[in-house]
Every structure is written in structure tokens, then in C-alpha cells.
């Protein structure tokens, strides 16, 4: 690449910023690693939680569709306010994962699989092999109506069908000394059965078997569903695709899934129900290393795709930037959300050199840290231990020197 010739990046690309240190990373990775490089077109939505109080959470809803419009976004990091975040940034109300919001207008499944390198081992010591995170991204908690319950009554499920007639009524819990608290979530068939061939698809395309949890011996309606749709769809569409691939689909019950998945060497694509792929995914990253060592990725089944940073928005190191203190936050997720949608960008469109320079960034951020360049957060898991922790910046600017060379 000579010097001031940039990559054309053919189709937009949609970058939706979000929070807090993440935010501030975010930044930092366009202006080292996109700008200079790319010339490139970005459909930008902000979601900083501000931003989608003024515009009453319209701004994720109109990412969503900007993404339906490109093929490819790419996310940062963003709140899902609680109470104490309401009062932090003066907000008008708790408003909804802007993550659950993206993925319910996208129908899609997240895939997360951690960043192996060689001097970070897994805690498990026999993990070898990656295990990849495929997570329902619809329904469950995530969609709930709950009520807190005052005093002594009755709290009771109904289901009135399209005509008006009650097909089913059934006390939840009488409440006879006291409040507590109640709530109901749901699941339909057409986003079960959208997960099950997202993950049966992405099991072929990396060619690993499919595991799949769920509780149907306590939940016989709501999880049996899940096994059902599961067992069908595979047994009809892909029982065959998976012999042919060398590859097994296995259902157990979730907790003997996670038993097994610890006594295992990895290697496999775990299907998780919303809440499960939550926990999990973040117990997998940390095991592997550390939460920012993990990429995530929004698969639809419509073909739409989204790259985000798999951890949240590291909090406490932004009040420290805030009062001017140097933090040493890992940035490996981030730059791996930019060079996996700038990856896909380039498949889409044709241009090698998009998915070349995507590769090549990757390889520098691995070498990096593998040459005994790191962060706080692998500096303590790192074998052996690196003589100096880097800070955030000076971390990325290492990354940047690397990258320069292959460049050139």
C-alpha cells in the first residue's frame, strides 16, 4: 500500500457508537486504524444512552433498520439503563437493551467465540479448541412483563385467543401473607425455529458439532418447545447436511450440557436460550482470558449482520478517565467488531483488499499481545509474565506500529 492511498470500501458501512470507556475506545480505533487506511462511508447512529432518551430510544430502532438497509453494522458498547443509571444521566426512564432491541427487529442469533492466543492459557485446563457461544437473541427475560406484587391476591396467566375465547387460565401463585413479585416472558415458534437453523447453519459453516440445553424435565411447555423445534428441524433439514459434514447434533438436559462442556477440549457450537447464552458467554470469555478476548456477532436469517463488542461498557475504568486517570482497558473486542463486519464487507462486495486489510489487523492485535505486549487484565493470566502493563492507548499505539509495517 503506498503512502496516502486508501482501501475503497465499496457499500456503506453502519457504525452505531455507544458508552462510557467504550465509547472513548471507539474513537481511538477509527482515527488509528479506520480513517487513515479506509475510504470509507459510514452510516453513523449514536446511542449513547442521552441520545436515546432525546429521541425517545427512536435512534436504535432506526440503527436496526439501517443495518437491514446495508447487510453490516458494526456496535459498540451501550447502557441499559437501571434505576441508578436513570438518576446518573438524568434520564426519563429504564429503557430497553438497545442490544435485545437490535436483535428482535433483525430476528437474529449472536455467536460468540473467544480470541486464543498462545501465551494466555483457558482456566479450564482442557479447553484447547474454542467453544463457540450461539445465543437465542429473542424473547425470554429480555421481553418480560413483571409487576411487584404490593400485598395479599391472586396472580393468574390467561391466554385470550384472536376471537375473544379464553383458551387457558391458571393460577400462578395466591399471595396470601405478604407481596412478592410476578412475571411472564414468552417465545414464539417462528424465532425458536430461527435460532435453531442460525445455529445449525453457523455449526456447518464452522464445522464443529451443535450442543444444545434446555430444562424441558422442570419446563414441559415452555423448554420442550424448544427440544422440539430443535429435533424437528434438524431431523428435516439437516440430519443429512450433518453426516455428509462430519458433524453431530446432540441435545442434553442444560445442566449436564454444562458439566460436559467443562469436562470437554472444546471445539463444539453450544446453542443457549436467551439467558443461558447471557451467563455463559461471559463465564467462556473470562475463562479463555478475559471478556474483551471474545468476538460477537448478529447473524439474521434474512442475511443481515452485525459485529459488536462483546463486554459491556467498562465502567469503572471510564470514571477514571473521567478524573484524568490512566486505565489499561483491553481493546481487542472492539478492533475485532471493526475487522470482522470490515471482513464481511469485503465478502460482500468483492474487494480482497478489504478482507486482506481486515486480516492483517487482526494478525497485528495477535502479535502483539503475543510478543508480550498486553493490558492489565491478560498480563495477570499471561505465561510468562510481561515485564510491563501497557495503558490503553499506549497498548494501541503498539498495535499501530505493528500494523504500519505490514501496510507498507
Known amino acids: 500500500m503506498s503512502k ?48 436515546r432518551d432525546e429521541t425517545d430510544d427512536k435512534v436504535t430502532v432506526e440503527a436496526a433498520e439501517a443495518i437491514k438497509k446495508y447487510g453490516v453494522g458494526v456496535k459498540c458498547a451501550t447502557i441499559t439503563p437501571n434505576k441508578d443509571r436513570v438518576k446518573e444521566y438524568t434520564l426519563k426512564k429504564e429503557w430497553p437493551s438497545p442490544n435485545a432491541t437490535i436483535r428482535a427487529a433483525l ?36 421481553k418480560n412483563k413483571e409487576f411487584l406484587v404490593p400485598g395479599p391476591g391472586k396472580a393468574e396467566l390467561m391466554f385470550t385467543d384472536a376471537e375473544g375465547k379464553v383458551l387457558f387460565k391458571e ?24 435460532f435453531a437453523k442460525a445455529c445449525m447453519e453457523y455449526a456447518l459453516d464452522q464445522k464443529v458439532d451443535l450442543w444444545f440445553g434446555a430444562k424441558d424435565t422442570i419446563s414441559k411447555t415452555y423448554d420442550a418447545r424448544f427440544r422440539t423445534i430443535f429435533e424437528e428441524t434438524f431431523a428435516k433439514e439437516y440430519k443429512e447436511k450433518f453426516e455428509k459434514a462430519g458433524i453431530r447434533f446432540n441435545y442434553t438436559l442444560i445442566d449436564d450440557t454444562v458439566a460436559r462442556i467443562m469436562r470437554s477440549e ?45 463486554h459491556g461498557t467498562v465502567q469503572k475504568h471510564y470514571y477514571k478517565h473521567q478524573k484524568g486517570e490512566k486505565t489499561s482497558t483491553n481493546s481487542v473486542a472492539c478492533i475485532f467488531a471493526w475487522t470482522g463486519a470490515l471482513r464481511k464487507r469485503g465478502e460482500i462486495d468483492s474487494t480482497p483488499k478489504v478482507v486482506e486489510f481486515a486480516t492483517k489487523l487482526e494478525k497485528a492485535v495477535l502479535e502483539t499481545i503475543e510478543s508480550g505486549i498486553m493490558t492489565g487484565d491478560l498480563a495477570n493470566l499471561a505465561d510468562p509474565k510481561p515485564s510491563k502493563v ?19
Not at 280 to 291: K, N, T
Not at 301 to 306: Q, Y
Not at 393 to 405: L, N, P, T, Y
Open 4 to 51: 496516502g492511498e486508501k482501501i475503497k470500501v465499496k457499500t456503506p458501512l453502519v457504525d452505531i457508537d455507544g458508552d462510557e470507556m467504550t465509547r472513548i475506545i471507539w474513537k481511538m480505533i477509527k482515527d488509528k486504524f479506520i480513517f487513515p487506511y479506509l475510504d470509507i462511508e459510514l452510516a453513523y447512529y449514536d446511542l449513547h444512552v442521552k441520545k
Open 107 to 142: 430476528d437474529g442469533t449472536v455467536f460468540r467465540k473467544p480470541i486464543l492466543v498462545k501465551n494466555v492459557s483457558a482456566a479450564v485446563s482442557g479447553w484447547k479448541r474454542p467453544i463457540i457461544i450461539g445465543r437465542h437473541a429473542y424473547g425470554d427475560v429480555y
Open 171 to 194: 393460577v400462578i401463585q395466591e399471595f396470601k401473607s405478604g407481596g412478592g413479585v410476578i412475571q411472564g416472558i414468552h417465545n414464539t415458534d417462528k424465532s425458536i425455529k430461527s
Open 390 to 408: 501497557y495503558l490503553t492507548e499506549e497498548w494501541m499505539d503498539a498495535v499501530k506500529a505493528r500494523f504500519d509495517k505490514m501496510m507498507k
Open 266 to 310: 472444546g471445539g463444539m457450537l453450544w446453542a443457549c436460550k436467551n439467558y443461558d447464552g447471557d451467563v455463559m458467554s461471559d463465564m467462556l470469555g473470562s475463562a479463555f482470558g478475559s471478556l474483551a478476548m471474545m468476538t460477537s456477532v448478529l447473524v439474521s436469517p434474512n442475511g443481515f449482520i452485525e459485529y459488536e463488542a462483546a
